[in-house]
């Protein structure tokens, strides 16, 4: 499982970041252009009415007390949605941190061991890319070095990041509650991660989860430093 998964951590490995700023940089002066063309496909593709075809939406409900909608398109990655609906279904996400996630980048979750290398105990997908554009909110699989690695990690991307088109597989967007995904606590980790209470389709009509209460306030003693103006 580690040796499968060992760049689902590595969604963007080390060695691909180069790379991807490079390409950022040499298309800085086309890339707004190439976004709004972008963006105007995408959303004639998605459905943003949360009341239709609830069966291909997916809730987060986060740790931040927000839930996300994000509309799975299957006409995208049939298998890779209904992995996804099919781990949600089972409660894998349940109690999942962002154990990845980059300011100005991507949100990544789907691991049970919050650790970037591991996956669930089904087998790992075949790639599906398609022509669909990594914008705003575009949710996409996680893999490993094989393009036919991903296994149930995701993540959700800030801003546009073309330079990922065909080499993840794109299969949803966020249709409600960016902001909430724009919350979410930075790290590789995080210290304190933000984490999914509960996934769950729409059509299965689950309560709002309990929130996580707060961490008690413990009570520390004050000492000298505590005291003292710092040092100029």
Not at 176 to 199: C, F, K, W, Y
């Amino acid at each position: 499982m580690i040796k499968r998964m060992i760049a689902a951590g590595a969604l963007l490995s080390a060695a691909m970041l180069p790379a991807m700023a490079q390409a950022q940089e040499e298309g800085a002066s086309a890339e707004p252009a190439v976004a709004a063309e972008a963006d105007t496909r995408v959303f004639k593709s998605v459905n943003f009415n949360l009341s239709e075809d609830r069966d291909d939406i997916l809730f987060l409900d986060l740790s931040n007390g927000e839930r996300v909608a994000i509309r799975l398109m299957p006409s995208w990655a049939p298998n890779h949605v209904e992995r996804i609906k099919t781990l949600a279904r089972s409660g894998f996400y349940d109690g999942v941190i962002f154990h990845r996630v980059i300011d100005g980048f991507m949100a990544q979750t789907g691991d049970p061991t919050g650790t970037g290398q591991g996956g669930s105990q089904l087998p790992d997908l075949a790639e599906e890319f398609n022509r669909m554009p990594h914008i705003r909110g575009t949710v996409s699989m996680a893999r490993a070095a094989s393009e036919d690695s991903a296994n149930s990690q995701f993540f959700i991307v800030f801003y546009p990041r073309f330079s990922l088109d065909n080499r993840y597989t794109n299969f949803g967007r966020v249709i409600s509650n960016m902001a909430a995904v724009d919350a979410i606590t930075r790290g590789e980790p995080p210290q304190n991660p933000t984490r999914v209470l509960q996934a769950s389709i729409a059509s299965d009509n689950k309560p709002v989860p309990a929130r996580m209460a707060p961490a008690p306030v413990q009570d520390e003693a004050v000492t000298a430093d505590m005291l003292s103006a710092p040092a100029s």
